[in-house]
């Protein structure tokens, strides 16, 4: 079981680049999310979704979008790359939207210079 | 507001010996509370949970306690052991967000 799985491991990018962080779970769970998690501090949520073709907004969805188009996979694109968005950011999923604990992917490590 | 917060932001502790490691929270209206860990390099790991219905839970060797009256939130880890050491993260759930405090870094002293 392979869980929540997050490619690529590292990445880095040039300032205005695009780019897409894949995220796939085999759980068969209808919640999937993205966090960024900076230096020094707690994770932050990008955008969820609560189960195929459904999405919406987190804490700080500037500059990202996502897509859900099967259970299994949540995408999360950069759509021209900033400083700002260097971070490591982590995928998850659980079972349903609410009082359920969330299983994390790895992360994916980005630097954009 | 919508922050949960930790009062240390480090916490060294002997092996053997029990953590303590605390979160104030401010949204009143969360009804849900994860503890995660989180080792370097990895992603947060599900550690225990507790609803808003209960003050008091157990699994091994942790407990996390509720004070819902001053909104704080403790795990209690017993007979602390190197494997321990981590990052700690409170986290709240209120709607279908999930929202975590800043973290504790644990380290056991051997």
């Known amino acids: 079981n392979a869980g929540v799985t997050q490619t690529p491991k590292f990445q880095v990018l040039k300032t205005g680049q695009s780019m897409t962080l894949q995220c796939a779970q085999d759980?068969?769970?209808?919640?999937m999310s993205w966090y960024r998690q900076d230096p020094g501090m707690g994770l932050r949520l990008i955008h969820y979704?609560?189960?195929?073709?459904?999405?919406d907004q987190g804490e700080v969805p500037n500059g990202y979008n996502v897509s859900r188009s099967t259970t299994e996979d949540f995408p999360l694109r950069l759509l021209s790359a900033a400083p700002s968005q260097t971070s490591v950011y982590f995928c998850?999923?659980?079972?349903?939207?609410?009082?359920?604990?969330?299983?994390f992917g790895d992360g994916t490590r980005l630097s954009i210079l | 507001g919508e922050s949960v917060g930790l009062h240390l932001p480090t916490l060294s502790v002997q092996e053997g010996d029990n953590s303590i490691i605390n979160c104030a929270y401010s949204?009143?209206?969360?009804?849900?509370f994860i503890w995660y860990k989180q080792e370097s390099g990895k992603g947060p790991q599900f550690i225990i949970d507790?609803?808003?219905?209960?003050d008091k839970r157990q699994g091994q060797r942790v407990t996390v306690l509720l004070n819902k009256t001053v909104k704080h939130l403790s795990l209690q880890i017993a007979a602390t052991q190197p494997g321990d050491s981590a990052v700690y993260f409170c986290?709240?759930?209120?709607?279908?967000?999930?929202?975590f405090g800043a973290g504790t870094i644990l380290r056991v002293k051997s």
């Open positions: 998850a999923s659980s079972q349903s939207q609410g009082h359920q604990p969330q299983h």
């Open positions: 759980m068969n769970h209808e919640y």
């Open positions: 979704s609560v189960g195929a073709g459904i999405t």
């Open positions: 949204n009143s209206a969360s009804d849900y």
């Open positions: 507790i609803r808003s219905n209960m």
């Open positions: 986290a709240e759930i209120y709607g279908n967000k999930l929202v």
